[in-house]
């Protein structure tokens, strides 16, 4: 995922802003990491470079 992306994300829930924890880089790409959502305190899990944004209740 490219940070720069953080500017158009939102939370698919509540339609909040997200903060990005990144735990792994790879150049300018986040590989592995969290998107966190302040309002609903909802995280939102990166992995391979790819978020996942669907609402907890409809993750596996």
């Known amino acids: 995922m490219r940070p720069d992306l ?3 994300l939102r939370c698919p829930v509540c339609r909040g802003e997200l903060t990005l924890t990144a735990t792994r880089t790879e150049e ?3 590989v592995q990491g969290t998107l966190r959502c302040a309002a609903c305190r909802v995280d939102y899990p990166i992995a391979d470079g790819i978020p996942d944004l669907l609402p907890p209740d ?3």
Do not use: C, G, S, T
Request: hydrophobic share 35%; glycine share 0%.
């Open 28 to 30: 300018e790409e986040v």
């Open 58 to 60: 409809e993750r596996d």
């Open 6 to 8: 953080m500017e158009i």
